[in-house]
């Protein structure tokens, strides 16, 4: 394979690690903290995880290491969708069991959940491990959805773990991966074995958060590449002065990556799903502010601008989602006679027999691409794929007739001409940005500090993290703290609670009060690409929504 030249450099940088990880590992020792109980659902969630429910969190800390010294065989997974950095995971784990024992051996299990149930697997070794790190992609071993739920599914990933005589198990995933790496640590210790299961933090789209998951890998490098993209297209539409563009950016239900994406570029509109929940914002009312921006820019001679839109907006609107709910228990619960229709109308007279009126009469008037779309097959674990909505093009074309309605009643007069854009592929994959890199190896290698000590059902946590990388803190959470019950294929299942932006936190505060003015004056703001090499100011720097926070 021939190499770029960033490759090749991107080989030889080494990611820095919080201070107390740079102590040899004899003088780490484990400091357990406060009992933690679940978000919410505490009795329930407690009777589905009786062995790994209400454990103690934990901090690394320099002092005499007690864990016992034992050779330590351990397989990992990367699961969902792809994310900057999640190589350097790999990477500062296998350098972690490397550096305590050479005899240590790290497995992968390749493309998700599913190579370990099929025994799927590679046994790193130092020549392949060094050809990923600090590298973009999941392609080190490959990624996969596969939910991990039925009985036969755990006691054949038992069968695998003893086979390999597996000590643990690293799941490196976002909130439904994490779901199923506590399930499958409950899961073994109730069935006695010895295999530990600690999760990683990954997705871009920043969901996976709470007091002390302060963001999840890949958010960083993503936001930037997009807010790079972002902010040339707002160069070009204040060049040439002839274009709205509407940019839909990934981040499922959450509305991070776009808030995140604002902050860096001051675009003219952005939208935030959980505030059109919070005021019940319908599909009219939000075409209105857009309305409102474009009429109001145009009597400045302005006929150009720039809105970004969160890939779940349209979950969010009141009518849709309870919507999107009736489609998914009815797909989930009529699976077999959804599946075999072929006919689009067909599918389209079931909708109407099996959804409420209320639900048909809006499934009825979006355009039939959008309804199609609405159709498509759920994820593994039973969500809309909103990647695949074109809410963008819907919200363009109902602006369009609100404004030749105003245009017919005289009270506009101006041009315009929209654009459609989708990014998401486009970041997941990026060469991680100097905090990706730092983040994800120090997750890794604070991974087998867990598995050292004996841990299992734990998230590895690295905290702190809008200070330089020196003064980063290391410790575990118990992932049972982050679960609650919710409604999946018609029942009630515990996963992880989503972190959706926070209306009263600081980045969503600090952008609603400025973004009046960027509705009507260009305001953008040109962030540029994400630079590997030079000044720390420019590198290291990390996401406004982080730095918000930690003010
Ligand atoms: P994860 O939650 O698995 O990290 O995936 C995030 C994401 O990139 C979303 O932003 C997007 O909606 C989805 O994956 C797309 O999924 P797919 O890769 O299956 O098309």
Request: one cysteine or more.
């Amino acid at each position: 394979m021939e190499l770029s030249p960033l490759q090749i450099a991107r080989y030889e940088y080494q990611p820095k690690l919080p201070e107390i990880l740079k102590n040899e590992i004899y003088a780490i020792k484990a400091v357990e903290g406060e009992v933690t109980a679940s978000v919410s659902d505490q009795e329930q969630i407690k009777h589905l995880f009786p062995n790994t429910y209400g454990m103690r969190e934990v901090t690394f800390e320099r002092g005499e290491n007690h864990a016992e010294d034992r050779r330590l065989v351990v397989g990992v997974i990367l699961s969902g969708g792809q994310a900057p950095g999640g190589h350097n995971v790999i990477t500062g784990l296998y350098d972690a069991l490397k550096k305590t024992r050479k005899d240590n051996v790290l497995l992968g299990f390749k493309k998700g959940p599913s190579g370990l149930l099929d025994d799927d697997f590679i046994e790193f070794e130092d020549d392949y491990i060094d050809s990923f790190r600090n590298t973009g992609g999941f392609d080190i071993i490959g990624s996969g959805r596969t939910k991990l739920e039925s009985e036969e599914q755990f006691a054949q990933a038992k069968k695998v773990a003893e086979k390999h005589d597996l000590d643990a198990l690293v799941i490196i995933g976002g909130d439904d991966s994490n779901t199923n790496a506590a399930v499958l640590a409950e899961y073994f210790k109730a069935h006695g074995s010895k295999v530990q299961v600690i999760g990683c933090p990954k997705t871009i789209d920043g969901d996976l958060k709470n007091d002390v998951i302060e963001i999840s890998f890949g958010f960083d490098t993503a936001t930037k590449t997009y807010s790079e993209l972002i902010g040339n297209i707002e160069r070009d539409a204040n060049s040439a002065k002839k274009y709205w563009h509407f940019v839909r950016v990934m981040g499922r239900s959450a509305s991070h990556i776009a808030l995140e994406c604002a902050l860096e570029t001051q675009p003219n509109i952005c939208f935030i799903s959980e505030e059109v929940e919070e005021k019940k914002m319908s599909l009219s009312d939000i075409a209105d502010q857009v309305v409102k921006s474009v009429v109001k820019r145009s009597e400045r001679g302005d006929n150009f601008g720039v809105v970004i839109i969160p890939e779940g907006l349209i979950e969010f609107v009141p009518e849709v989602k309870k919507l999107i709910g009736e489609l998914n228990d009815t797909m989930a619960l009529k699976e077999k006679e959804f599946n075999a229709i072929t006919d689009w109308q067909d599918k389209y007279s079931f909708m109407e027999k099996n959804l409420s009126k209320e639900s048909f009469k809006v499934f009825s008037i979006l355009p039939v691409d959008i309804e199609k779309q609405l159709l498509m097959d759920r994820d593994p674990h039973g969500n809309v794929q909103v990647s695949r909505i074109e809410t963008e093009k819907l919200l363009i074309s109902i602006v369009e007739s609100k404004l030749d309605s105003l245009k017919k009643e005289g009270k506009y007069n101006g041009k315009f001409s929209a654009l459609s854009h989708f990014f998401g592929y486009e970041g997941r994959c990026a060469f991680p940005s100097n905090f990706d890199a730092d983040y994800c190896y120090s997750l890794g290698y604070n991974a087998f500090m867990l598995i050292s000590y004996g841990y299992t059902g734990y998230l590895s946590t690295i905290t702190n993290l809008s200070k330089p990388a020196t003064e980063w803190k290391a410790g575990g959470m118990p992932i049972t703290k982050m679960m609650n019950l919710e409604q999946r294929h018609g029942k009630q299942k515990p996963v992880i609670r989503k972190a959706l932006v926070e209306l009263y936190g600081k980045p969503f505060r600090y952008f609603a009060e400025r973004r009046d003015l960027w509705a009507v004056e260009t305001a953008f703001k040109y962030p540029g690409a994400i630079q590997y090499y030079g000044p720390e100011s420019v590198c290291d720097i990390t996401t406004r929504t982080l730095a918000l926070e930690q003010e």
